[in-house]
């Protein structure tokens, strides 16, 4: 079956840095658009970057120029770079994979941007 690990959260000053990872299991995901989304308290999860298959990835505008998603192909991972951080970029984000119709979602990893 798929699973996800996601590592990298944490606690962060603003303008800090954190990288987050997502290594991916079960299937074959070289084939699929991967990426990360976020969930604020009391808010709506919302896409931060989607990337295709050895394709451009698309960004929200709130996170453009500081984040950076990457794909190691040969081992399922994928990586999203985060740089001068944000209190309103505090949210729980997710691991996401489709391919078609389907999707996956990671766990979730806590990211706390402190003023």
């Known amino acids: 079956q798929v699973q996800f690990v996601e590592s990298g959260g944490g606690l962060v000053h603003t303008g800090g840095s954190l990288r987050l990872s997502c290594a991916a299991s079960?299937?074959?995901?070289?084939?699929?658009?991967m990426g990360w989304y976020r969930q604020a308290p009391g808010k709506q999860r919302e896409l931060v970057v989607i990337m295709p298959p050895f394709g451009s990835p698309r960004y929200a505008d709130s996170v453009k120029g500081r984040f950076t998603i990457s794909r190691e192909y040969a081992k399922n991972t994928v990586y999203l770079q985060m740089n001068s951080l944000q209190p309103e970029d505090t949210a729980v984000y997710y691991c996401?994979?489709?391919?078609?119709?389907?999707?996956?979602w990671g766990q979730g990893t806590q990211v706390t941007v402190s003023s």
């Open positions: 079960g299937s074959i995901f070289s084939l699929y658009s």
């Open positions: 996401y994979a489709s391919l078609g119709d389907l999707g996956y």
